[in-house]
């Protein structure tokens, strides 16, 4: 399922050291249709705020680049941006995400990977061309190697995409955990992973700062 803002929010969070603190305030609330603004994130504590450090207006493009876009900007070689007095700096292989009109985006190994599920627990497919031969630096359409993961975004942490991920990420819903638990067949348990992850992120939406 492709994360569009329609079906669940993008989050701004706090801290899991934080969170108990963050939770009590008056300030926060739930909003299922919010998503961080437009922009590249450096760390996912900058995206739990919902501030980009760069905006679209920040990124350096071509002066004839008449249809641009973060997407796009995102494909390039260097990734350069502006800095505050007007310096040309590369964030390439530094880069946490970026975010366009509900499109997320993580970035890993040099690439990024389109985020499918979004909440808590972020659900995403990583994946590399494959190289037509080690002299060429021409890519086929073939995904060489493909894997998916999870992201928790109140630790940073990328987790396999596993059984045990799963439950760990889910534990903290007493109740869902013990009803992911109860289905006793294991095939069909891992079947349903991404199920738990959809159910979870609905039972526990994040918290967002107003």
């Known amino acids: 399922m492709k994360f569009i803002v329609k079906i669940i929010p993008f989050f701004i969070v706090i801290s899991q050291l934080a969170g108990s603190v963050a939770m009590a305030d008056d300030s926060l609330v739930s ?34 680049d008449d249809n641009f876009s973060i997407k796009k900007w995102s494909r390039t070689t260097r990734m350069l941006v502006i800095n505050g007095v007007g310096k040309r700096i590369s964030l390439r292989d530094s880069v946490f995400c970026v975010m366009e009109d509900g499109d997320m985006r993580v970035c890993r190994g040099g690439r990024f990977h389109t985020v499918y599920e ?47 991920s799963v439950e760990s990420l889910i534990k903290s819903d007493v109740e869902l955990l013990k009803e992911f638990r109860s289905i006793r067949k ?19 939406p994040l918290p967002i700062i107003t």
């Not at 348990?189 to 738990?196: A, E, G, N």
């Open 31 to 64: 909003d299922k249709t919010w998503i961080p603004e437009n922009g590249v994130y450096m760390s996912v504590e900058e995206l739990k705020f919902g501030v980009p450090s760069y905006q679209i207006h920040q990124l350096y493009k071509s002066m004839h």
């Open 118 to 164: 979004f909440g808590r627990v972020c659900y995403f497919r990583e994946s590399y061309p494959m190289v037509k031969d080690q002299m060429s630096p021409v890519v086929t359409e073939t995904y060489g190697t493909a894997e998916y993961f999870l992201l928790d975004l109140e630790s940073g942490m990328i987790l396999d995409y596993s059984l045990n």
């Open 186 to 204: 294991l095939k069909k348990r891992k079947s349903l992973m991404y199920l738990y992850i959809e159910k979870y992120n609905s039972r526990n």
